[in-house]
């Protein structure tokens, strides 16, 4: 069974610094997709970046890129000149690609506050 | 577009109750889910349904009873609710399944059970 990690609870950074979330994954199967969803405290789930497991480059969304480690089954999250409004939860979150469902597997969060 | 919308916000109920939580997409979205989150836990998914009359179990689908009989609506449905199913409920789209389609996301139903 697929499973996703975040092992950093909560973190802090600094507006207009640059922050790295960590997360791992466990999975067998080699086609797959990874996600990074946002959840402010209005708890909308908000589609931050996305990998394909069979690219080898790493994804970038303006501010926000991955460090994509498929051997070491690792999916980091870099923000970049951080802001307020990036204060939220972030998920990462994994799917495998050609099944019956479009199910995806969730890390535990990490809740992310940006300090003025 | 409304994108993917959810009634109720919020709701409590007592033990033993039913409700209906509904859901509904105007993106003509074939795939639709339903996933609970609660604390420490993420998002698991209950339901999920690849178009208009095909639904299949999730994750942890006991206690829960959907059916699909439009392509835009998807409701949830508990049959006797108990004070383990207090949870934020999320009800999520995408226009096709088997592939890594964006998934859309409703903001969310807050449910207590007392």
């Given at each position: 069974a697929q499973t996703v990690t975040q092992s950093q609870p909560e973190m802090s950074v600094q507006e207009a610094e640059t922050v790295t979330l960590s997360c791992t994954y466990d999975t067998s199967e080699s086609n797959y997709y990874l996600f990074w969803y946002k959840q402010p405290p209005s708890r909308q789930m908000i589609l931050v970046i996305r990998q394909e497991a069979y690219k080898q480059q790493n994804a970038t969304e303006n501010r926000f890129s991955v460090n994509f480690q498929k051997a070491a089954k690792s999916f980091s999250l870099k923000i970049s000149?951080?802001?307020?409004?990036?204060t939220a939860m972030y998920f990462c979150a994994f799917m495998f690609y050609g099944g019956a469902t479009n199910k995806l597997i969730f890390g535990t969060g990490t809740l992310l506050a940006v300090q003025p | 577009n409304a994108g993917v919308t959810q009634t109720p916000k919020f709701q409590v109920l007592k033990t033993g109750q039913s409700m209906t939580l509904q859901c509904a997409q105007d993106?003509?979205?074939?795939y639709m889910s339903w996933y609970r989150q609660d604390p420490g836990m993420g998002l698991r998914l209950i339901h999920y349904s690849v178009g208009a009359g095909i639904t299949d179990q999730g994750e942890v689908p006991n206690g829960y009873n959907v059916s699909r009989s439009t392509t835009e609506d998807f409701p949830l449905r508990l049959l006797s609710a108990a004070p383990s199913q207090t949870s934020v409920y999320f009800c999520a789209s995408s226009?096709?399944?088997?592939?890594a389609e964006t998934q859309y996301f409703g903001p969310g139903t807050r449910l207590l059970v007392l």
């Open positions: 000149d951080s802001q307020l409004g990036d | 993106m003509n979205h074939e226009y096709s399944w088997g592939a």
